[in-house]
């Protein structure tokens, strides 16, 4: 390689520079020869006599003039060979010396990359001819200095081995063995790498059915999810009427046998209810479908809601419900209101339902406070009285399907999936849940979730403790539903096509105070809205020829006039999927009510629409 990048180059730029110039002598000693025959032929010619005759002379001048010139060219010549020579010898001689002393100095590295972690040999040389091997040597040198007791064991080795030839033959030939078992294993090795490739096809195909089958298990998710939201709404719609008219019928003058089989029937259809509730949220979780809405609210009328709803259940069974919320509880806070009213329902029920005398406590603590991320843990205690359980028991709580004791599910009811579900959803809120409890002792639940804080202190009233002691009803209800009628006249209209939806929808308003005009679907609601104005919708989602999004988005574009702009509109559904409440929003109604209805539910939403102080 020197001798093709370094020699050669050189010896073609001598070659070219001489010939250049050989070439450049050569053609003045032409033209110059020229010039000295034609000067003579020219006195010859000025000379008068016979050039015939003197032949001889004119050739001995002609002769006689050039041989000087000749020999000049001749001198020139030689000194161009001279110069080729050299520039070619010195060259090739420069770069032999060069190329040797470049493989020794290659020789003696490759012998010091040899003798790494050996220590300096003494039958090595120890200098090299260029700067960069002595720096490369040094560094070779300092990296042996590091290795000290391998740097000994090399010395050793070295020393012994003038005294092992024979040792090293011995090894030499195992080494030929192993050379063989070498061959062996690389040809095992090859085997293993056809065979590897060979497992590689087969886990990519394996990885293509696993596509397939996620594929295919999204599929199926999404026919599950439409199977149940189907489902849903299928059972809820003749719920809804089942549970309507059993609440109207209770508020009629029924004998005794009457109520007992009315309160049968309450019972079992809000069992079923219950149970319709729970599988559906449980699927929600399962498929990863959940999803979380983040909104401000206010902690205290949550609870004092809470208390509301359990107070009657509590009185009936004699027990007080104690409610306490810490001084240090931010009073309004961020994060899905509607999932933690449904943990806390959840606990309350079943510390009421499995509670037979004493009392159910639901606390609220401030677990912690991180005002740089302005994040609060609030901790939430229910605890109660009643029958208790042991340690095995509450292992098994909070799986799906399972409850403390099967003897329960046969005294108390109940699906064993309402705990499963708040531990998801604590879980999903960034917290967690756990118990403690002893048998006949009572028993306490705890569920810590994560928000976001809006507000650490507001101006509201106090929570009162509801005991078992009566409250007093300051009116009757035709009075309050008077009241209200007269203080909010609405013309309201009403789009259900189930006909026992429908009678529910025009008992419950006619309790209310309120009259309503019915129609079967979204064309036909249009059509009347064409023709009268009216306050309130009550819209139901799932309707032949126009559903209510449909109709709403309608409604809001003014195809029924410029009332339907801002009419309030409220969704009815008997779909109880997540989302459901999100999508009736961003497409335009006002307010959301699932099926089966309550007449207390009707009335509060009526009156938050229309900013009317209940009665």
């Not at 104690?322 to 009213?341: A, C, F, Q, S, Y």
């Not at 306050?535 to 989602?541: H, S």
């Not at 109604?589 to 009526?606: E, F, G, V």
Request: charged residues 25%.
């Amino acid at each position: 390689m020197v001798y093709l990048y370094a020699a050669l180059p050189i010896i073609a730029v001598v070659i070219v520079l001489v010939g250049w110039m050989a070439s450049d002598r050569f053609t003045s000693y032409v033209e110059e020869r020229g010039q000295l025959m034609e000067e003579l032929n020219v006195m010859v010619s000025n000379v008068k006599f016979n050039p015939i005759e003197h032949i001889d002379e004119i050739e001995f001048m002609r002769q006689e003039r050039s041989i000087t010139h000749q020999q000049e060219f001749f001198r020139s010549m030689a000194l161009a060979l001279a110069i080729l020579l050299f520039g070619v010898t010195v060259p090739l001689l420069a770069t032999r010396y060069f190329v040797q002393r470049l493989q020794a100095n290659l020789d003696l590295l490759n012998d010091r990359l040899a003798s790494i972690g050996t220590g300096a040999s003494a039958l090595m040389p120890q200098t090299f001819d260029f700067l960069e091997f002595d720096r490369l040597s040094d560094t070779l040198r300092r990296i042996t200095r590091n290795h000290g007791e391998t740097e000994q064991r090399w010395k050793r080795a070295e020393k012994e081995l003038i005294s092992a030839n024979s040792d090293l033959i011995e090894q030499a030939n195992e080494l030929k063995k192993g050379r063989k078992i070498a061959l062996s294993m690389m040809e095992d090795a090859d085997s293993a790498r056809k065979e590897l490739e060979m497992a590689n096809q087969r886990l990519n195909q394996v990885i293509e059915q696993a596509k397939q089958s996620a594929h295919e298990a999204d599929s199926a998710n999404r026919a599950k999810s439409d199977f149940l939201a189907t489902m849903s709404h299928e059972i809820r719609t003749p719920l809804n009427g089942i549970i309507g008219f059993v609440e109207m019928l209770n508020e009629t003058e029924l004998n005794e046998e009457q109520e007992d089989y009315l309160a049968t029937i309450k019972s079992s259809s809000e069992a079923l209810m219950s149970l319709i509730n729970d599988v559906l949220d449980f699927s929600k979780v399962e498929s990863g479908n959940l999803v979380l809405e983040s909104r401000d609210f206010a902690i205290l009328p949550v609870i004092r809601e809470l208390s509301s709803m359990f107070f009657s259940q509590a009185t009936e069974k004699g027990l007080s419900l104690v409610i306490n919320v810490d001084e240090d509880v931010p009073r309004k806070i961020r994060g899905d209101e509607t999932r933690l009213r449904q943990i806390l329902i959840n606990f309350l029920s079943n510390a009421i339902k499995f509670t037979e005398k004493g009392e159910v406590s639901l606390s609220i603590y401030t677990h912690n406070i991180d005002f740089t991320t302005n994040r609060v843990d609030l901790e939430f205690e229910i605890r109660d009285t009643g029958i208790g359980m042991s340690r095995d028991q509450i292992g098994q709580l909070f799986k799906p399907f399972s409850q403390g004791d099967s003897s329960t599910t046969r005294k108390y009811g109940g699906t064993g999936l309402g705990l499963a579900i708040c531990k998801r959803l604590s879980e999903a809120m960034g917290g967690k849940v756990w118990a403690t409890s002893l048998p006949d002792e009572g028993s306490c639940f705890f569920s810590r979730v994560q928000f976001e804080i809006v507000s650490l202190k507001e101006t509201r009233p106090p929570i009162p403790n509801v005991s078992q002691e009566p409250v007093a009803q300051p009116e009757s209800a035709s009075e309050t539903v008077n009241i209200m009628a007269e203080r909010l006249p609405l013309r309201i209209a009403v789009a259900e096509d189930n006909l026992a939806n429908q009678r529910v929808i025009m008992i419950m308003l006619r309790r209310l105070g309120w009259e309503a005009d019915f129609v079967e679907n979204g064309e036909e609601l249009l059509d009347l809205l064409r023709q009268q104005d009216y306050d309130l919708i009550f819209m139901d989602l799932q309707m032949p020829k126009m559903d209510g999004l449909e109709a709403t988005r309608f409604l809001r574009l003014g195809e029924a006039g410029e009332a339907g702009r801002t009419i309030k509109i409220v969704a009815l559904t008997a779909n109880a999927l997540s989302g459901d409440e999100a999508r009736c929003l961003e497409n335009g109604m006002d307010a959301y009510l699932s099926k089966p209805l309550r007449l207390n539910t009707l009335k509060q939403t009526i009156a938050r629409l229309f900013d009317l102080q209940e009665v």
